[in-house]
């Protein structure tokens, strides 16, 4: 059943001026849309962080099988579906590629519960210690880095070597 209204809307006092066409000249020359270009430096931070993944991914699956144990909720998936999962997150370019800080980790703990920081932050201490995890979030709040073209490009190297010597260890 539709509602009608019993008074008809109001007009407002105020009035719009009608929108004046702008005339065009046939023969001017048209302008270009400039789109920003990404900088060789997001395109190589974007490179170093599938290169990253993948190294991460690739350390902590099972040899031969290729199968990942999720950190935080313990669920068993091929390292293919599974996600770099970052303890100090992504924002911070001192940490993005710390492997103490990243591990590998289901897509619904990383997405949706936001990392499971509280089974995180416990699995890292067993891991790695309550001195080690206190260093890492104390550098995460401290430490500042931005890194050049060349360290990128370098690193880049050194992770692609990685994941290819991982490949050929783990038979994957």
Request: with cysteine.
């Amino acid at each position: 059943m539709a509602l009608t209204r019993r008074t008809p809307l109001k007009r407002t006092p105020f009035k719009r001026k009608p929108i004046a066409k702008k005339e065009t000249d046939p023969d001017a020359p048209k302008k270009k849309v400039v789109r920003k270009k990404k900088s060789d430096k997001r395109k190589l931070i974007e490179k170093l962080d599938k290169i990253f993944s993948i190294y991460i991914r690739l350390r902590d699956a099972m040899p031969h099988s290729g199968y990942v144990k999720c950190i935080t909720c313990g669920k068993i998936l091929h390292w293919k579906e599974s996600q770099a999962c970052h303890y100090i997150g992504r924002a911070n370019m001192a940490l993005r590629f710390s492997e103490v800080n990243v591990h590998a980790g289901c897509m619904p703990c990383n997405v949706f519960l936001h990392g499971n920081m509280l089974a995180y932050r416990r699995w890292m201490v067993k891991q790695y210690g309550e001195k080690i995890v206190d260093n890492l979030e104390l550098r995460g709040n401290i430490e500042v880095k931005k890194w050049s073209e060349w360290e990128l490009e370098e690193t880049i190297k050194y992770y692609t070597a990685l994941v290819e010597k991982i490949k050929s260890d783990k038979g994957l």
